[in-house]
């Protein structure tokens, strides 16, 4: 998904969908081809992990020798395909094991994503306070497996409303969350560091020790990546 020009705004917040495309390169092993994305460049990992303007949604231990940074939105139809059928199996077989740390950071292209990623910030029963990662992940999974019920619903609104109510969201929480301007602006905060200070200008990007890579990855694909880290 390519980025647009936006600042998003509280008015915006239920605004429409974006797509996006990746190229893929080969990469061959011993036993088998297999496909791994082409890098497109180098980032500076120690910049990249210092703090940002909201706290880190992480997992895996501080010290895994790969560190996986995610920059998505809610509204890419490839990130949802990453998160639905790769994420839970590289998180088994990495991240689980203390081999891989997983970073998301919020890289809306339109708002209604911002809105998405509003609402998983926001603890559901006290919306003034942030959520943790225990709620964070599950509520981005939840939305993303749900990315065609809510995402281009004419009333997006309502739709979103219905998606938080699972999360344990009132009307009320729901609302107080998507009006607190703080929070807006430290999710769009969150995407312009990312476009300004690493490069990022598509959705799913993916910053792993030091390279940048673009696009949807499979299970295989992205195995493939960090066991030639490890």
Known sequence: MQMSEMQLTKRQLLGGVAAATAGLAVFS??????????????????????PGALPEMALGKDDAKV????????????????????????KKKYVD?????????????????AAAF???????????????????FPMVSMLFKQQQTWAAAEDGRTALLQMSKL??????????????????DEVNATRERGSKDF????????????????????????????????
């Not at 094991?97 to 994503?113: L, M, N, S």
């Not at 509003?118 to 964070?136: F, H, I």
């Open 29 to 50: 092993s011993a036993n088998a081809a297999v496909e791994i994305p082409k890098s497109d460049g180098d980032v500076d990992m120690e910049a990249v992990l210092k």
């Open 67 to 90: 560190t996986i940074v995610e920059y998505m939105s809610m509204t890419c139809p490839h990130c949802a395909h990453f998160h639905t059928t790769t994420f839970d199996e590289i």
């Open 97 to 113: 094991t203390g081999k891989a740390r997983f970073i998301i950071r919020e890289f809306p292209f339109d708002p209604r994503a």
């Open 118 to 136: 509003m609402l998983a910030r926001c603890n559901p029963s006290k919306p003034e306070d942030l959520s943790t990662p225990e709620q964070y």
């Open 167 to 184: 999360a344990g969201f009132s009307e009320e929480s729901f609302t107080k969350c998507l009006t607190n301007q703080k929070l807006l």
């Open 199 to 230: 490069g990022v200008n598509a959705t799913p990007t993916f910053l792993i020790n030091g390279k940048r890579y673009s696009g949807d990855m499979s299970v295989d694909i992205m195995s493939a990546l960090i066991d030639s880290l490890l």
